[in-house]
């Protein structure tokens, strides 16, 4: 019997710990509508975001307790013959510390039907890659939060530019 609880003991220590060091910045969904495309492309994102290299699907809160990416989709059915949905995603900064539901960053709006729900979903993922790198560059601050405990948590400063106004990039080139 000791021995299974020090097995479990170990197995959630270890697991705290890989949780600890994740660096990937946090990512929740927020869907409203009740589309069938919609409801699909909203599953297939978090999907997308489980499956990142750069973000970690976390669920959305209000008030959350850690800094956070929240994407909220808005869908409707345009074309019930098809199926087709309009779909505008909103990109927001939220934290504990920010009021409301967060900061506007930016939006986007697709056209999705049955057979293109994959690549409307993978399609937001490098509107959040430039979002995220946009914050990282405008509000160092508030991107720092993003990253708890990683590589540049204290350290990053936001890119400068050169003396012939090309920028200089103050992440290795590893982290590009």
Do not use: F
């Given at each position: 019997?000791?021995?299974?609880?020090?097995?479990?003991?170990?197995?959630?220590?270890?697991?705290?710990?890989?949780i600890a060091q994740d660096t990937?910045?946090?990512?929740?969904?927020?869907?409203?509508?009740?589309?069938?495309?919609?409801?699909?492309?909203?599953?297939?994102?978090?999907?997308a975001i489980r499956g990142s290299k750069s973000f970690r699907f976390v669920y959305d809160e209000v008030a959350p307790s850690f800094p956070r990416i929240v994407a909220y989709l808005a869908t409707i059915n345009v074309?019930?013959?098809?199926?087709?949905?309009?779909?505008?995603t909103t990109l927001s900064y939220d934290s504990f510390d920010i009021r409301g539901r967060g900061i506007y960053l930016t939006s986007l709006v697709q056209y999705c039907t049955r057979l293109s729900v994959e690549t409307c979903a993978k399609g937001i993922l490098p509107y959040l890659d430039a979002?995220?790198?946009?914050?990282?560059?405008?509000?160092?601050?508030?991107?720092?939060?993003?990253?708890?405990?990683?590589?540049?948590?204290?350290?990053q400063v936001p890119d400068t530019l050169s003396d012939d106004g090309s920028p200089v990039s103050s992440l290795p080139a590893s982290s590009r």
């Open positions: 019997m000791k021995t299974i609880l020090a097995a479990i003991a170990v197995c959630l220590l270890a697991s705290s710990l890989a990937r910045v946090a990512v929740s969904v927020n869907h409203r509508g009740n589309d069938q495309v919609g409801q699909q492309v909203a599953a297939a994102l978090k999907q074309d019930k013959d098809t199926g087709a949905s309009a779909i505008s979002t995220v790198e946009s914050l990282r560059r405008t509000w160092p601050d508030l991107w720092r939060t993003l990253i708890p405990g990683g590589e540049y948590a204290d350290l």
